[in-house]
């Protein structure tokens, strides 16, 4: 299964790890810093793409994804020739989608124009809330007011322009919900990611939700109506899911994502990034150091990958899985079973076809509407040990 990676493409992830403020319900790698030396982690960049490119030569580029963190902190320069070099390691795809993630509080419309310039061809914005006392409590620094100013900047620069928001937010009511959707809808050109909010361990919230102190929260019935709503409504302004938690008008979906979601190959740079390479025909998980300092650090000794881990052909078939159900097109049989050696088992399938979890269209596997939203559940059942 060498070249099984083609099925979902390649691409590129840049973990920019600095904010402005660190967000309590985040757990992602980011991390406060008022003094950054640009020039450095440029030439680090530089020097992983080229270490990762001599690993992956001749291959076609169909994404770049820059991640954080909050990217549009970076200098446009910077962006630029991590960019003109990713082309010149790598065959550029004629339509190659470029993003850049950025935050409200952190952007003008210099910077946006010059991302554009640079070559950044969509903007994925958090706004998060489209409610100023919300936007209080989840930690964010700009306004409501501020972030219908910054997406207006960001669509008179780019053609693409998506926002997330979070729902099941403290003391949200579906009806709330429901009414700021639709203002969302409003806004939005052709892409929604809609998330709803988890509460995860080693976060403020997490803290805070360990001691009780985190109020509001919905039911988990509460959750799944406005879960169920989120679909309909989209579905209903033509903004259909493709994924769990992201909506778009076809032909509008994250290319980027959709590497991931198809189990394609993707080289993840910067600290704490994760990718899945093929290299020599051996399907590997790599990890990057997460500590900013030691991955520069590292990178000047010889790399900024901490880990790499050889993944098993079951390995390989659970992790298409897994990430395949996300989205609505869901998975292919056949390539499961080339991948495993092994099929699902026809008891699990048939029990979860019988109750309405998935449906099968000839090698075409995937979960239903109800499934989608106890997506954990199902995939517990169909994994293969």
Same mark, same amino acid.
């Given at each position: 299964?060498?070249?099984d990676w083609?099925?979902?493409?390649?691409?590129?992830?840049?973990?920019?790890?600095?904010?402005?403020?660190k967000?309590?319900?985040?757990?992602f790698?980011?991390?406060?810093?008022?003094?950054i030396?640009h020039?450095?982690?440029?030439?680090?960049?530089?020097?992983?793409?080229?270490?990762?490119?001599?690993q992956?030569?001749?291959?076609?580029?169909?994404?770049?994804?820059?991640?954080?963190?909050t990217p549009s902190?970076?200098?446009?320069?910077?962006?630029?020739?991590?960019i003109?070099?990713?082309?010149?390691h790598?065959?550029?795809?004629?339509?190659?989608?470029?993003t850049?993630e950025?935050?409200?509080? %952190?952007?003008?419309?210099?910077r946006?124009?010059?991302?554009?310039?640079?070559?950044?061809?969509?903007i994925?914005?958090g706004?998060?809330?489209?409610?100023?006392?919300?936007?209080r409590?989840?930690?964010?620094i700009?306004?409501?007011?501020?972030?219908?100013?910054?997406?207006?900047?960001?669509?008179?620069?780019?053609?693409?322009?998506?926002?997330?928001l979070?729902?099941?937010?403290q003391?949200?009511?579906? %009806?709330?919900?429901q009414?700021?959707?639709?203002?969302?809808?409003?806004?939005?050109?052709?892409?929604?990611s809609l998330y709803?909010?988890t509460?995860?361990?080693?976060?403020?919230?997490?803290?805070?939700?360990?001691?009780?102190?985190?109020?509001?929260?919905?039911?988990?019935?509460n959750?799944a109506?406005?879960?169920?709503?989120?679909?309909?409504?989209?579905?209903?302004?033509?903004?259909?899911a493709?994924?769990?938690s992201n909506?778009?008008?076809?032909?509008?979906?994250?290319?980027?994502?959709?590497?991931?979601?198809?189990?394609?190959?993707?080289?993840?740079?910067?600290?704490?990034?994760h990718?899945?390479?093929?290299?020599?025909?051996?399907?590997?998980?790599?990890?990057?150091?997460?500590?900013?300092?030691t991955?520069?650090?590292e990178?000047?000794?010889?790399?900024?990958?901490s880990?790499?881990?050889?993944l098993?052909?079951?390995?390989?078939a659970?992790?298409?899985?897994?990430?395949?159900?996300?989205?609505?097109?869901?998975?292919?049989?056949?390539?499961?079973?080339?991948l495993?050696?092994?099929?699902?088992?026809?008891?699990?399938?048939?029990?979860?076809?019988?109750?309405?979890?998935?449906e099968?269209?000839?090698?075409?596997?995937?979960?239903?509407?109800?499934?989608?939203?106890?997506?954990?559940?199902?995939?517990?059942?169909?994994l293969?040990?």
């Amino acid at each position: 299964m060498a070249d099984d990676w083609q099925n979902g493409g390649f691409g590129l992830y840049v973990h920019w790890p600095f904010c402005e403020a660190k967000c309590p319900y985040c757990d992602f790698n980011s991390h406060v810093s008022r003094q950054i030396d640009h020039t450095a982690w440029l030439d680090a960049y530089l020097l992983e793409l080229e270490r990762y490119a001599a690993q992956t030569p001749g291959r076609v580029l169909n994404t770049i994804f820059f991640g954080g963190g909050t990217p549009s902190l970076m200098a446009p320069e910077t962006v630029e020739a991590v960019i003109q070099a990713a082309r010149g390691h790598w065959h550029a795809a004629n339509d190659m989608e470029i993003t850049l993630e950025a935050n409200p509080g %952190s952007v003008e419309a210099g910077r946006f124009a010059g991302y554009r310039d640079a070559g950044v061809n969509r903007i994925s914005m958090g706004i998060q809330a489209l409610n100023d006392e919300d936007l209080r409590r989840l930690g964010r620094i700009h306004t409501v007011a501020e972030a219908q100013k910054a997406f207006d900047v960001a669509r008179n620069c780019f053609d693409r322009v998506s926002f997330d928001l979070i729902y099941a937010r403290q003391h949200q009511t579906l %009806s709330n919900w429901q009414t700021e959707l639709k203002q969302a809808l409003s806004m939005a050109i052709d892409h929604l990611s809609l998330y709803q909010l988890t509460i995860e361990q080693g976060t403020a919230f997490g803290d805070r939700y360990a001691v009780g102190k985190l109020r509001g929260l919905p039911e988990d019935d509460n959750s799944a109506d406005m879960y169920m709503a989120t679909q309909e409504i989209c579905e209903a302004a033509g903004l259909p899911a493709y994924e769990i938690s992201n909506h778009a008008k076809p032909g509008s979906e994250s290319q980027h994502n959709q590497v991931y979601w198809r189990y394609g190959d993707y080289v993840g740079i910067g600290p704490g990034a994760h990718g899945r390479l093929t290299v020599d025909g051996l399907k590997l998980a790599t990890e990057s150091y997460l500590n900013p300092n030691t991955w520069l650090t590292e990178v000047d000794k010889s790399t900024g990958e901490s880990v790499r881990t050889p993944l098993s052909t079951q390995d390989q078939a659970n992790e298409y899985l897994m990430m395949g159900l996300r989205l609505v097109e869901g998975i292919n049989m056949d390539r499961f079973q080339a991948l495993s050696s092994t099929s699902i088992p026809q008891d699990r399938l048939s029990y979860l076809t019988e109750i309405g979890m998935v449906e099968q269209s000839g090698t075409t596997l995937k979960a239903t509407k109800d499934g989608r939203a106890v997506l954990n559940a199902v995939i517990r059942e169909l994994l293969v040990d």
